[in-house]
């Protein structure tokens, strides 16, 4: 294994390679190839740095889907159902809304700007969780706990969903979680969502007591205590987590669940994710390939979900030109493009099938403030958004 400095290529943080062999210098080629390559393998998806949560096991080496965790269909979920509609896309953004600086935002004025994303109509903001920072990975997230900070942001905004883009599952008690989830649904008024990860930075795991080889296993379980606490009354639950007799979790989510969303493949095949969870949100690509896990995607809920829609996701890195009809060119995970690019490109996604976009300004040279309101005047007009 040999660690690379990305920052110089325009990524965040390092990334290590598992192939020896590829040379330092060719690795900015292969940074754009992910936005322009279709993934053939696993291997080949981690030798060109795509992100290695996103390299599914096997089926036969998860769990068989259990139909009766799945939690309701969350179709009248406020939060869900402004999100995400079958045939459509919309728009939401990544906290925060902001550069960083050696791996770290400036988090002044992000409540701020929350407010204003919420009072212009866009769809989501999105709280990464970030337990430890690590400088060799060089990205801190928003920095402050997820929970607490989508708590405030639940204070401050009206109509907007909240979700964790996600939650590391393995390295936080399940029951935590699960009640973390439910105060949200409630101080939230039913606007909250839940992303849950397996966890992608393993100098994190042994700070927790953890093992990184556990985590598909771990979140699989995390999955299943999370909405039986959510959905039961008094569940009686027993397993590595700990054993549960007589008790309840309260508050119970208003609409009888709160929406878990795969946060990257989590070390899960899609047949898994498909039939218990409620949605997939994984990481942008060449669009040919894009298409090619969409139709994937379908084909999983047609054997594990009875076809039932669950929306397919991604994030999408932007830096916004000055000039609206500034080309696309390729920089970490997505593009330097004007607005007019911009809606060519996310319509084109909408036509894929993608039912959302998780915009990410970590790159973005423009104040945030003028970035926003250039996309909400003349790029969200052409998007939906659910009321």
Do not use: C
């Not at 969903?161 to 008690?173: D, E, K, N, Q, Y």
């Not at 690509?285 to 996701?313: T, V």
């Amino acid at each position: 294994m040999k660690a690379i400095d990305l920052t110089k290529f325009g990524a965040p943080g390092n990334f290590e390679l598992q192939d020896e062999a590829v040379p330092e210098a060719g690795i900015g080629e292969l940074l754009v190839r992910m936005m322009a390559t279709a993934v053939n393998s696993p291997d080949d998806r981690i030798r060109r740095g795509d992100h290695p949560e996103d390299v599914p096991l096997p089926a036969e080496a998860v769990l068989a889907p259990n139909p009766d965790q799945a939690g309701p269909v969350p179709s009248e979920h406020h939060g869900f159902s402004r999100v995400f509609r079958s045939g459509y896309l919309s728009i939401g953004f990544m906290m925060p809304l902001a550069r960083l600086e050696h791996g770290v935002p400036d988090m002044t004025g992000q409540l701020e700007l929350a407010t204003r994303v919420d009072r212009l109509g866009f769809a989501a903001l999105w709280a990464r969780d970030v337990p430890l920072f690590d400088p060799g990975f060089g990205d801190a997230g928003q920095i402050y706990d997820p929970w607490v900070w989508l708590g405030q942001l639940a204070a401050v905004t009206r109509e907007i969903t909240l979700s964790t883009a996600g939650i590391v599952l393995p390295l936080r008690h399940p029951l935590h979680t699960a009640k973390a989830a439910a105060t949200l649904d409630a101080v939230s008024d039913g606007r909250f969502m839940l992303g849950g990860a397996s966890g992608d930075r393993p100098s994190e795991f042994p700070a927790f007591n953890r093992r990184h080889g556990d985590r598909s296993t771990d979140y699989r379980e995390a999955v299943t205590v999370i909405r039986r606490a959510l959905v039961e009354a008094y569940p009686e639950m027993s397993g590595p987590f700990g054993n549960m007799s007589g008790l309840d979790l309260l508050p119970k989510p208003r609409h009888g669940g709160v929406p878990i969303l795969a946060i990257g493949s989590a070390q899960q095949s899609l047949q898994w994710i498909a039939g218990n969870l409620d949605g997939w949100m994984t990481y942008p690509r060449d669009q040919a390939d894009q298409k090619r896990r969409i139709d994937l995607w379908k084909l999983a809920l047609a054997e594990k979900a009875q076809g039932a829609f669950k929306p397919f996701g991604q994030p999408l890195f932007i830096d916004l030109s000055t000039h609206p009809d500034a080309p696309p060119t390729p920089i970490f995970l997505g593009f330097r493009l004007g607005r007019n690019a911009l809606v060519d490109h996310l319509d084109q996604l909408q036509r894929l099938g993608v039912n959302h976009v998780a915009l990410q300004l970590l790159h973005n040279q423009r104040p945030a403030d003028e970035t926003v309101e250039e996309l909400a005047e003349y790029v969200l007009p052409h998007f939906s958004t659910s009321r």
